[in-house]
């Protein structure tokens, strides 16, 4: 069973408004640094009065919007767009209870790049933060010592506790190494029984050395994914932790092998859904696939589905696809199954004239599109409303 941690390291800065009626100050708030998205710039536009971080304060510095006087920028409208939603997050973050149905609704139209908007927008969306802003610091420090409480537990070896406890015990058995008679079989280190702290940690570092081979094949272009100096802000580690696990909460069926021969849950359960909504909206392109092709989603939605989209997309476009998949009322799964459904009726023409090895090559290597596009018809999909699920087996 193929499993991949998406690690997303953010940092925090200090914000104010503009807005009316925004006016004092709050101790500033560790709440993560926002990935760095690099792209073209043109039409004048300038990273000049980006945030910077500020220790003493909370507060939202507005990013200047630079059009040429002669009007004629085409994307002039898109960044005035962008520093308009910019504003509204910036409003919405700064008030004493946040509204998450309105800071949903602006999300689920994309995020601007830059700032830690994104950065403290998903953490309230994924429930990591509370709506109550006065509650901030409190969550957030209890989250990161009970990260570092799981890191000792975890990631300590037998060993290293040991030498932890006997240094905290009064001296118990001194400055010196533990007598032999005080150490059991089931404390060796070559022990091989079931109880045997040792066979625990050693299965625990294998856990940890696939997870770290896996984050540096996420994105191996980026080096966000592969240089340890990225993830220089001591909280990083235990906000990302602590969001993944909220990220994956409603998915992790998908992630037992125990249920991958089960059709009725689990990740089949997840594939079933697809073909039907497929069937619902598009039925002729559901038979061309299940029936005249056979192109079994097995063969490409299974990885859609458990990564999230992350190995389909630009990086920059994949934050877009979350900025939706984060902020839907009805879920992540629900609006990822929407988006995957997009994804094959967006190549309809192209599938219906492709045979099994045509049209399995195209959804394993999916083209690049207009992603507001696609998210828009996403959102126009009809939901699986009906009981039945269709058998993939």
Partial sequence: MLRKKLNHS????????????????????DLGEELEILHPLGCGWSNEGSIEPIEEEWEVDRVPTRVPKDGFCPNSRNFVEDDEKRSDLEYELIQKEINLEKLQRITSTGIPD?????????????????????SWQKVLSEN????????????LSPLQVSSREETSSSGEHGDGPLRRHDVSDEDHPLSLGETSAWQKYFEFTEIAEQIDRDLQRTHPDLKFFTSPSQKKKANAEADSFGCFVRLLSDSVDHFCQQLDNNSSVGIHSTLSRLQEMLKVNDEEL??????????NPQFYAFRWITL?????FQFNTILRIWDSLLSHPSGVQDMLLRICCAMLIHVKNILLKGDFATNLYLLQHYPKVDIEQLLQEARDIIPDTSTHRVSVD
């Fill in 10 to 29: 953010e940092s925090p800065r200090n914000v104010s408004s503009d807005h009316p009626g925004t006016s004092g100050s709050e101790p500033g708030l």
């Fill in 144 to 155: 990161r010592v009970k990260y570092s409480k799981l890191k000792e537990e975890y990631l």
């Fill in 286 to 295: 559901w038979q061309h696939l299940e029936v005249t092709t056979k192109v």
């Fill in 308 to 312: 999230l989209l992350t190995q389909e």
């Fill in 114 to 134: 830059g700032g830690t908007l994104r950065a403290t927008t998903w953490k309230l969306l994924l429930g990591y933060l509370p709506p109550s802003r006065d």
